[in-house]
């Protein structure tokens, strides 16, 4: 049954603390929900042969899809993520809510702030930034609504200013909140009523226990599925670009095409790098490798940033950051509503295509790149208060993804409008733009040092990319248990994941990824509305058990925080000289 609700006569009962999912005891599939486990391999499996036997009428049939669909249900992804991110707003407000913490009362984060700030960070947004910190601007000041109306000349200077309002819009709080509502809405079920960390336990106070059968199989099936096509095209942004910089280290002609993308066996090679180095890596576990690999690329990325900020236009990307932030801030009600519907005229066609091929795109993207980062943000912010949770998640990568924006994007922009750059960063491909930057800012060794440097940060966000998506994909295959006997099955997701790129890029390119993942981000957008709704309904019911003196926790949770305070009073209570000796 769903959440229980109260009356005037009645007091409000304790939440739903049990949701039982059947897992296998043995074989192969021992400790994981084979109803979830094996229609997901089954429905990536046949993606990919789909693709690769038959590869014109995949590309076909996925293109009449994403032109029909996009267009049909671009109002939805609109108010849907505006939706999101006023609910994470208000959550993170309100005090009755944003006290409450994901956990026992007093319970300690696992993770200090760096190293929980440098994971939110890799897993959820760093490869795009260094793929779109150019290109994005770039982009817009060339073409944005206010060019595509008359209002501004393109390339022009008057431009640059609405060019990163565009570029915060989509890389700012629309998806974090996004993310923030999803690994909220996860955590919070999980950590304080101890329910699987999966993804339909956060439907459990709508739903109840019937999220325990076939329907709770539909939400973790349709999440997997929506994950590795979310990752899929984020990982071909990333192999794109880290092939453009082995080719700009001078690493052979064979690496790129005659169209300046990478070629079919520098895509294999980069893929089977990549993922194989993840795969090892997921196997090491979150504590281990993905926690280390996200402080270096955190202590790289920092180091890149000084780079532009020393060696680039770093007045001006200060004074950007803070007429962007006013700007951003004052045109967000805007812009978070705003759905360009055609009139039949030139002008009316071009703002739609717009914001088809740039808004819609991004809140699909972060739509299917949700249950990942969801998951993962909520298996690291055990301990955290909803108010905490959600302003770290939301405001701290938004603004430094909005630094690195205007850092790196504005000294593209500045060397291309001063004219010293001549063309070379607007001719150059997106993935090879910020290699063009370096290359224009810099000269001869200190720009190929950097360019090296750049092909290393992207290893490294690739593989935590990587490891941590097969590691959620496990978590949500085995009923929520990140413990399960899973080495087997990190080997298969890590190969099919690659799979699913070299594939799409070999035989598609990188707009065949796009596609596939717009078509997997709708089943799993009802999702995340209804997990909103769920999550709105399940703090609304506990404010009201605090109110009523009932219990808001599982009797599980609350022993086990009984057991860790116990632990510590006895180990505070022993001095330091009179510790006892543990065997060998």
Request: with cysteine.
């Amino acid at each position: 049954m769903a959440e229980p609700t109260d009356s005037d006569d009645q007091i409000i009962a304790e939440p739903l603390t049990e949701l039982p999912i059947r897992t296998a005891h043995r074989g192969f599939y021992r400790g994981f929900n084979t109803r979830v486990t094996i229609p997901g391999k089954v429905a990536v499996a046949i993606l990919i042969a789909w693709v690769v036997l038959f590869p014109q009428a995949a590309s076909d049939a996925l293109t009449l899809a994403n032109d029909t669909l996009i267009e049909a249900f671009a109002g939805w992804y609109v108010y849907l993520v505006a939706f999101l991110t006023l609910i994470a707003l208000v959550l993170a407000i309100l005090p009755q809510s944003g006290s409450l913490r994901l956990g026992a009362p007093g319970e300690k984060p696992e993770f200090g702030y760096f190293s929980w700030f440098a994971m939110l960070f890799g897993a959820g947004i760093g490869i795009g930034l260094l793929t779109y910190s150019t290109g994005e601007p770039l982009a817009h000041v060339q073409t944005n609504p206010e060019t595509i109306s008359g209002a501004i000349a393109p390339a022009s200077q008057a431009n640059v200013r609405p060019s990163f309002v565009y570029t915060f819009f989509h890389w700012g709080f629309a998806a974090w909140s996004t993310y923030a509502l999803v690994g909220l809405a996860v955590g919070y079920v999980a950590y304080r009523r101890g329910l699987p960390l999966t993804i339909r336990s956060a439907l459990a106070p709508l739903f109840g226990t019937r999220m325990s059968g076939i329907v709770g199989h539909l939400v973790d099936i349709v999440a997997v599925v929506a994950t590795i096509l979310g990752v899929a095209v984020t990982l071909g942004f990333g192999v794109e670009q880290f092939v453009a910089g082995l080719d700009r280290l001078g690493m052979g002609e064979w690496l790129m095409t005659s169209d300046d993308t990478a070629s079919p066996e520098a895509i294999i090679l980069a893929v089977t790098l990549l993922v194989g180095a993840s795969t090892l890596s997921a196997i090491s576990g979150v504590g281990n490798g993905i926690r280390i690999l996200s402080n270096l690329n955190m202590g790289l990325s920092f180091l890149l940033l000084a780079v532009f900020l020393i060696f680039g236009s770093g007045l001006l990307a200060m004074e950007l950051l803070g007429v962007g932030l006013f700007d951003y801030l004052r045109r967000l009600p805007e812009l978070a509503f705003m759905l360009f519907s055609s009139d039949g005229s030139p002008v009316g066609d071009a703002l739609v295509q717009w914001q088809l091929d740039w808004s819609i795109f991004y809140w699909a993207w972060w739509i299917a790149f949700a249950p990942f980062v969801g998951m993962f943000i909520a298996r690291v912010s055990r301990g955290r208060t909803v108010r905490e949770f959600v302003l770290g998640v939301v405001l701290v990568p938004s603004l430094m993804g909005f630094i690195w924006m205007t850092v790196v994007g504005g000294t593209a922009i500045d060397l291309e409008l001063s004219g010293i750059a001549k063309g070379s960063i607007l001719d150059a491909t997106i993935s090879d733009q910020l290699y063009a930057t370096l290359s224009a800012m810099l000269s001869g060794p200190a720009a190929t040092l950097m360019a090296g440097l750049v092909v290393i940060l992207l290893m490294t966000y690739l593989i935590t990319s990587a490891d941590s998506a097969i590691l959620i994909i496990n978590t949500i295959n085995g009923a929520g248990d990140d413990d399960a006997d899973r080495r087997r099955h990190i080997l298969f997701w890590g190969g099919a994941l690659g799979l699913v790129v070299a594939s799409m890029l070999i035989l598609g390119g990188i707009d065949a990824l796009q596609t596939t993942m717009i078509l997997g981000a709708l089943p799993f957008s009802v999702v995340v509305a209804l997990m909103a709704c769920s999550l709105v309904k399940a703090i609304v019911f506990d404010v009201r058990r605090k109110r009523h003196g009932v219990a808001t926790h599982s009797e599980t949770i609350l022993a086990i925080q009984a057991e860790a305070e116990a632990a510590d009073r006895e180990e505070s209570a022993v001095p330091a000289g009179d510790q006892p000796i543990k065997p060998a």
